[in-house]
């Protein structure tokens, strides 16, 4: 029988391996650590805008507020918000002076200077009517969701559906088919994208709030509101049912057979 001699270590020892940490601690602060960026990461964005457009707008109303009224004059330290507060109060004001006789006699007074002036009238004209569409809670543009078939056949994009064409622009439009404008926004930023006019019948309406379609396209699909994967699945839905008429309505090609 052979004795094997076992291995000499310098100093006599085997060396120690180094401590490891355990894998379940590095995955709970692994875990902790996501958690705690999903819960401050939102707050902290949004107070983070909240106090960048107060501050904008306090940086435009302040060299128009006398040295006397501003607070920083009585008090050791700048309040933010009192630009907002002011410009919430004078938009205010206006809006009850312009809803008796003497401030739409002033508004006429002052739409029709604007009108003559050649640049401005068209930038006021425009201007106008994208903020009583916007603001005026009657219109009903950008407030319908839908789907078009863009860019190509078989893709679908999420569009706001606005407001029929004019006479003039429909008697331009090719075909006898009623036309609508969409807007197609861009992901991430949805106040980007493209304006065109589309078929009505080519248009599938979703059951989907603008807000939430925004929500959709700035995640790039990632956040599904509204339902989640129900949502998804009606939209697919819709969007197969879609493809399957209009394959129905292509006529088919003629067999090379038939035909000689």
């Known amino acids: ?141 950008f407030r319908r969701v839908g789907l078009v078939e863009f860019p190509s056949p078989g893709m679908w994009s999420i569009v706001l559906i606005s407001q029929p064409p004019n006479s003039d622009i429909s008697a331009s439009l090719p075909g006898r088919e009623e036309y609508i404008a969409v807007f197609l926004p861009c992901a991430p930023n949805p106040t980007t994208g493209f304006f065109f006019y589309v078929p009505k019948s080519k248009i599938i309406d979703i059951d989907m709030t603008a807000e939430n379609a925004a929500t959709l396209i700035m995640s790039a699909g990632m956040v599904q509101p509204g339902g989640g994967n129900e949502a998804q699945k009606k939209i697919n839905a819709l969007a197969e049912a879609a493809g399957a008429a209009r394959a129905d309505t292509v006529p088919p090609s003629p067999d090379p057979a038939k035909v000689e």
């Open 1 to 141: 029988m052979t004795q094997t001699t076992p291995p000499e270590f310098p100093g006599g020892l085997p060396p120690m391996p180094p401590p490891e940490a355990p894998r379940g601690l590095m995955a709970r602060l692994r875990t902790y650590f996501l958690t705690g960026l999903i819960v401050a990461g939102p707050v902290a964005i949004t107070l983070y805008l909240t106090w960048w457009f107060v501050s904008w707008v306090d940086g435009l109303v302040r060299p128009f507020l006398p040295a006397a009224y501003r607070p920083e004059t009585f008090l050791p330290f700048s309040v933010p918000g009192v630009g907002l507060v002011i410009v919430v109060v004078a938009l205010t004001f206006l809006g009850f002076l312009a809803a008796n006789l003497i401030g739409r006699t002033l508004v006429d007074l002052g739409e029709r200077l604007l009108g003559r002036m050649p640049v401005v009238r068209a930038i006021y004209r425009g201007l106008k009517q994208v903020f009583e569409t916007l603001f005026s809670g009657n219109g009903s543009s």
